[in-house]
């Protein structure tokens, strides 16, 4: 044994006199110049027993390089492109069996919002009388509650997706924004079931609410609607896992969300400060509620102002939020 570990030492001191990690050529995605981190684990790992063995087993250290640092951003982009397929097939099995223990099974995908409508519809149509000040209740609230819950389950989920996948993340490399990519498909798939109903129910309720042309825009304003989970879930899946203590106020962060976005009534009606309604008509979920009531109910093309605030938000939030996730991307394998 002594031999062969002598016989190792030399053949590794004639190609170079000991293990410089530093000096090694850098994989394509290494920095530059190492951060204090990276040089405090260049510090600990020259001339260690690891380094050693690993020398002694592969021959050289030049082929080999770091998985825990963040590539550069293009590479990450294709790198998350190639992993498309699995986002649909993690989001589509995950949708197939999240009702799997259930008796009914995907029948809750339908009945959950059906009877979350029809409740608020009681509580403040027929108990508070709130249907006395809006035409047509009904579909008022039904629209509100079935089309904000997409988004809320997006918020509700993403707090604590990077924790909950976390044997993933240390079992496998990927690009981890595949993760809150996942999620908000899977949320999509769940929240078309709820959205066909609403459309059916507004439609035979009396008042009825029949079909108009500008329905056909509505999936255009879902796809917005999609673009602000997709930001909205990148900023708070770093922010959760950074922060775990997070996922305890999002309860009360969406009931605030839900009053001041106008999903039970018409939050702008109550409203006379000029400084409180502008920041009520900057909220992209009120002004997303306004879009879709607009072109069920009313027919009409939404406000100008409304379809900027939600494409802005989309556009925006999506665009800080995956560089924000990107930056952290050396950290989630780390968390405890």
């Known amino acids: 044994m002594r031999e062969r570990e002598e016989t190792a030492v030399e053949r590794i001191s004639s190609s170079r006199a000991r293990v410089q990690l530093g000096s090694l050529d850098q994989p394509q995605h290494w920095r530059a110049t190492p951060d204090r981190r990276e040089r405090a684990v260049e510090s600990v790992l020259q001339g260690s027993r690891f380094a050693f063995d690993v020398e002694v087993a592969y021959g050289d250290l030049d082929h080999l390089s770091?998985?825990?640092?963040?590539?550069?951003?293009?590479?990450?982009?294709?790198?998350?492109?190639?992993?498309?397929?699995?986002?649909?097939?993690?989001?589509?099995?995950?949708?197939?069996?999240?009702?799997?223990?259930?008796?009914?099974?995907?029948?809750?995908?339908?009945?959950?919002?059906?009877?979350?409508?029809?409740?608020?519809?009681?509580?403040?149509?027929?108990?508070?009388?709130?249907?006395?000040?809006?035409?047509?209740?009904?579909?008022?609230?039904?629209?509100?509650?079935?089309?904000?819950?997409?988004?809320?389950?997006?918020?509700?989920?993403?707090?604590?997706?990077?924790?909950?996948?976390?044997?993933?993340?240390?079992?496998?490399?990927?690009?981890?924004?595949?993760?809150?990519?996942?999620?908000?498909?899977?949320?999509?798939?769940?929240?078309?079931?709820?959205?066909?109903?609403?459309?059916?129910?507004?439609?035979?309720?009396?008042?009825?609410?029949?079909?108009?042309?500008?329905?056909?825009?509505?999936?255009?304003?879902?796809?917005?609607?999609?673009?602000?989970?997709?930001?909205?879930?990148?900023?708070?899946?770093?922010?959760?896992?950074?922060?775990?203590?997070?996922?305890?106020?999002?309860?009360?962060v969406l009931r605030v969300l839900m009053y001041a976005s106008g999903v039970l009534f018409p939050i702008d009606r109550f409203v006379t400060d000029p400084t409180a309604l502008l920041v009520v008509q900057l909220n992209p979920v009120h002004a997303m509620l306004r879009i879709y009531r607009d072109l069920l109910m009313g027919g009409v093309l939404p406000q100008t102002v409304d379809v900027v605030v939600l494409a802005g938000w989309g556009v925006g939030l999506t665009l800080i939020g995956f560089v924000y996730f990107w930056r952290g991307e050396e950290t989630y394998a780390r968390q405890q």
């Open 66 to 252: 770091p998985v825990s640092l963040r590539p550069p951003l293009r590479e990450y982009l294709r790198d998350l492109w190639r992993r498309r397929h699995f986002i649909w097939r993690e989001s589509r099995g995950r949708f197939a069996t999240q009702n799997a223990n259930d008796r009914l099974g995907g029948f809750w995908l339908i009945a959950r919002p059906v009877l979350d409508g029809l409740f608020y519809w009681i509580v403040f149509g027929l108990v508070l009388r709130m249907s006395q000040s809006i035409d047509n209740y009904v579909a008022f609230v039904l629209i509100g509650t079935m089309m904000f819950q997409f988004t809320s389950r997006v918020i509700s989920a993403s707090t604590g997706v990077m924790r909950s996948s976390r044997a993933l993340i240390r079992a496998f490399a990927f690009p981890r924004a595949s993760i809150p990519l996942a999620l908000v498909v899977r949320e999509l798939l769940s929240a078309l079931p709820g959205m066909a109903v609403c459309l059916v129910m507004i439609a035979v309720i009396p008042p009825f609410e029949p079909p108009r042309l500008t329905w056909l825009l509505v999936p255009a304003v879902f796809a917005l609607q999609t673009l602000l989970g997709v930001g909205l879930a990148l900023v708070l899946a770093r922010f959760g896992s950074d922060l775990p203590d997070v996922a305890n106020v999002t309860g009360f």
